[in-house]
Structures are given as structure tokens and as C-alpha cells.
């Protein structure tokens, strides 16, 4: 019998809570598929800083570095916000991605057929099967690149800046036109090559990788337009391939037309098959500890750590299976609607693991 090593970072406000759903989920298909897991918690974000003072210690590194998987909750809080940048929470996020070389982030934006109503777009923009991949490079572009203050005769002033290289992006791009080759042969490259260097280099870079993918039908869209097109044709979207800031916000803009941010999982991909996998959605301190978090993203995440760096697809199509099948009668708060049975986060967990069992 297999055995995976999985390392937890349950996090802050509702980021306990959701995890423990979803490791209630794993061990139920665990059972069924005959594989094992052996958990291991370390602290990151908020309570890390509590704890030791940091937001990403090194024992948290040394514990994700030896698993097979990561699993995180969530991060931050207003008891953190006053810090200075370099030890918020979301520094230890930051931390930990840079750490394990996380250079791909996979948000998939899928809508759930009962759940078309909550999107905020028509029926005839987003038809049936809307199933949107995008792909961000995770560890480079603005976030990473050098950043500043200054003062110039009296005048405050604060630089980051956008740097890539060849190899970054090449490295990124195969990452999408592989997805592009498992799915509908289709990418979409978005970049501001109309103003920007380094989007030039993108550009072109992508567009040398392409020759080693001919299948694939390769696109280019400048990020303005494509924040456009996801709202007016989104249909048109299979894989979308893009830099760190522009993934950033695409993929959060592509979340809403799901209809529910609470929805959507992510994963975060190193060279290796190991990965950092975790819901989209923030830590959500005003309601930590009411029972009323929504676990479904983080479930979603487990599947797809099942999915790529487990090679476990049938245990994570059966998670993916259970979750459509319990919203067509069950729902957390924040997706419920009449005619269907309002449940808390840990009786969602339960649903979902029971569904599974009795398939």
C-alpha cells in the first residue's frame, strides 16, 4: 500500500476549520482507493508570528521540504495588519512559495451546474460546461523583483519592479501548453506587450515555446482586454497563461464568474511533482469558529493534490463527484439558497465524506 507524507499548514481564522474538513475527506478516500497518509502540522502566517515571531519558520520549511504535499488553510488577519511588509502573514506565504519553488499556480474556474444561478452572469454568457484553467507564474514579476523608497528633492517615492527572464518564462509557459494538450488545445497568452519590456520578452518567449507544442492553438491577449473577455465571452477561455500580478488578478475575476469565491481551489507547482495546495478565498477572521466557513475550496484543493502530485485521479475525481453531487441539496451559508438544506462547515465535510463512502 502506498503512503504519503502530507504536511498541513492549517493557518489562520477559518483555515483550521476548513482543513480539518478536508482531512476528513482524504481519509475517507484514502480507505477506499487503499493508499495511506501521514499527517504533520507546522504554522505559517498569523500564528506563526504569534509563536515564534515570524511568519514563516524554519521548521515549517524543513517540514513542507520533506512532504509529499502541502495542504493550507488560510493566512491573515487584522491582528497582523499594523506589521511591518516583510513580517505580515502574508510574507510567510510569500516565504513559503519562494521556498519550495513554487513557480506555477493552476486556478481552475469551474461551474458547478447548481450553482449557475449564484454566477453574476447570464445563462446564455456562460452556457453549461464553463471550465476556465488559468495558469500565473508564482515566483517572479513584480512580487519578487526589486522594490523601494526614495526621496528626491522632498518627494517620497516607492518603486517595485517587473523583471523576468528567458528561463522563468519558458519554464511557466510549458507548464500551460501541457495543461492546453491534456484539455481543448487551447491557450491564451496575456501580457501589456503594447507598453511593457518585460511583457515583450514574454511574448516572445511564449511564442518559441509554442513551436515544441504544434497542436496547440495559441492566442495573445493584453490584460485589460482579457478582463474584458472574461466577462463578455468567457466561453471563449480554455487555458490562460500569464504573468504573477496579471494572474493575480485574472484568476480572482475569473473566480466571481463561478459564483462563489468560497468555491475555487488552487494548486502551486514546483519542478518536482510536490505542490502547495489551497483555497483562493481569504481567512475570513469575522466568522472563524462559528461553524459557518465554507470547506468546499479546500476540499477541491485536496482533489487536485490528489490529481498532481499523488497520481491518485480516481480518489480526486471521486472528491470532485461527491461535491457536485452534495450541493444539489446541500449548502454552507454563503451559497445557500431555498430549496436546499442550509449545513455547517463540519457537517459539509461530512456530506461530501459520506457520499463517497456509499458510491
Known amino acids: 500500500m502506498k503512503n504519503y507524507n502530507i504536511t498541513l499548514l492549517k493557518g489562520d481564522g477559518i483555515g483550521p476549520e476548513i482543513v480539518n474538513e478536508a482531512v476528513k475527506v482524504l481519509n475517507v478516500v484514502a480507505e477506499k482507493y487503499n493508499f495511506g497518509i501521514n499527517y504533520t502540522e507546522a ?32 493566512v491573515g488577519g487584522p491582528k497582523w495588519d499594523n506589521l511591518a511588509g516583510n513580517i505580515r502573514p502574508e510574507a510567510g506565504l510569500l516565504g513559503i512559495r519562494g521556498a519550495l519553488g513554487l513557480f506555477a499556480n493552476l486556478r481552475p474556474a469551474v461551474i458547478f451546474k447548481s450553482l449557475k444561478d449564484a454566477s453574476p452572469l447570464k445563462d446564455n454568457i456562460i452556457g453549461d460546461n464553463l471550465d476556465i484553467m488559468v495558469v500565473r507564474e508564482l515566483t517572479g514579476g513584480i512580487y519578487f523583483g526589486e522594490r523601494g523608497r526614495e526621496e528626491i528633492n522632498g518627494v517620497q517615492s516607492a518603486y517595485d519592479t517587473e523583471k523576468y527572464s528567458v528561463p522563468e518564462i519558458e519554464r511557466i509557459a510549458r507548464v500551460a501548453f501541457d495543461m492546453a494538450m491534456k484539455r481543448n488545445k487551447k491557450l491564451c497568452s496575456v501580457d501589456k506587450a503594447n507598453v511593457l519590456e518585460s511583457s515583450r520578452l514574454w511574448r516572445e518567449t511564449v511564442t ?82 462559528m461553524g459557518i ?67
Do not use: W
Open 208 to 289: 518559441k515555446i509554442s513551436k515544441e507544442y504544434p497542436e496547440v492553438e495559441l492566442k495573445y491577449m493584453y490584460v485589460d482586454n482579457c478582463a474584458m473577455q472574461l466577462v463578455r465571452n468567457p466561453k471563449q477561455f480554455d487555458v490562460i497563461v500569464t504573468s504573477n500580478i496579471f494572474g493575480d488578478i485574472l484568476s480572482d475575476e475569473a473566480s466571481m464568474i463561478s459564483g462563489s469565491i468560497g468555491m475555487l481551489a488552487s494548486a502551486s507547482l514546483s519542478e518536482a511533482k510536490s505542490g502547495l495546495y489551497e483555497p483562493i478565498h481569504g481567512s475570513a477572521p469575522d466568522i472563524a469558529g
Open 43 to 74: 504554522d505559517l502566517g498569523g500564528i506563526a508570528i504569534d509563536k515564534t515571531g515570524v511568519p514563516l519558520p524554519e521548521e515549517t520549511i524543513i517540514k513542507c521540504k520533506s512532504a509529499d504535499a502541502v495542504l493550507l488553510g488560510a
Open 293 to 359: 466557513a465554507n470547506p468546499l475550496a479546500t476540499i477541491l484543493s485536496a482533489a487536485m493534490m490528489l490529481r498532481y502530485s499523488l497520481d491518485e485521479p480516481d480518489a480526486a475525481q471521486s472528491i470532485e463527484n461527491a461535491v457536485d453531487e452534495v450541493l444539489k441539496f446541500a449548502r454552507t451559508p454563503d451559497i445557500y439558497t431555498e430549496g436546499t438544506k442550509k449545513v455547517s462547515c463540519e457537517e459539509m465535510g461530512t456530506l461530501v465524506s459520506e457520499i463517497i463512502k456509499n458510491k
